[in-house]
């Protein structure tokens, strides 16, 4: 796992170590905050500005690098998530779907977390982009030790609003997230190089089980984002 620090022009960051705080962090937002007429057109054009970056086909360094500036710029503000996407369960954290590329290669959602919740120790198989929205969490690398146990490798770090990391195969890709805010929600936005929902990966056990698992995920319908009378383009 690596965090990215980002400006909010598209191709600006560069990759540092996990354990280097991002460039840019914004104030924290109250986690009951939602937008009253959400600006969704700030997905939209994340979507679209990501889905050109992903059709040019550049390496996969390259790719986490601007798809992680493209996705700090889409968290440096919180205006845009609809209220819907944004409700923690008291039972588990949510995973609500936002936007699903038609030919599989690559998925936004939103993770929302509820005061407690967390994650087991699991894998990706694909690359993926962190971006906190609201609240904070904390992320614990893994790795596998040489009788086949998982171990945290090094110490967790703290995502706070603004920063981005980024998780893969050949970075890093096993951790346990949990919600780093006591008492309160937090919510980060997510990109995957797949339909995440429907990719078979693994949970493991501290022993070295496995267990496989397709997350799926916790809505049925999504944000219209493509109603251009309504967010016509976003704002600054």
């Known amino acids: 796992m690596q965090k990215i620090p980002h400006t909010p022009t598209p191709n600006a960051g560069a990759m540092r170590g996990m354990n280097a705080l991002a ?3 914004r104030e924290p937002t109250a986690p009951t905050a939602a937008p009253v007429s959400p600006d969704t057109a700030r997905l939209r054009h994340f979507v679209q500005q990501l889905a ?4 040019s086909a550049p390496p996969e360094p390259e790719l986490l690098e601007r798809g992680g ?3 700090g710029a889409l968290v440096a503000h919180d205006d845009w998530l609809p209220a819907a996407y944004a409700q923690p369960s008291p039972e588990r954290y949510q995973q609500f779907l936002l936007h699903a590329d038609a030919l599989g290669r690559f998925s936004v959602v939103s993770f929302v977390w ?4 967390a994650t087991p ?3 990706h198989t694909v690359w993926g982009l962190i971006g906190m929205l609201r609240g904070a969490e904390d992320s614990q690398a893994y790795a596998r030790t040489a009788d086949g146990r998982w171990a945290p490798a090094g110490a967790p770090h703290r995502l706070q609003p603004g920063q981005v990391e980024a998780v893969s195969p050949t970075i890093g890709d096993v951790h346990r997230v949990s919600n ?3 008492g309160q929600t937090s919510i980060s936005i997510h990109v995957y190089g797949a339909n995440i929902g429907a990719v078979q990966r693994s949970v ?6 496995r267990k496989p698992f397709i997350s799926g995920y916790s809505n049925s319908t999504l944000p219209n984002i493509w109603d251009l009378s309504r967010n016509p383009a976003p704002s600054a």
């Open 180 to 182: 780093a805010v006591d």
């Open 52 to 55: 050109a970056l992903v059709e």
């Open 204 to 209: 493991y056990l501290e022993d070295g089980t």
């Open 69 to 71: 500036a493209l996705l």
């Open 114 to 117: 509820g005061p407690g919740q």
């Open 121 to 123: 120790i699991h894998d």
């Open 23 to 25: 460039s840019t962090a």
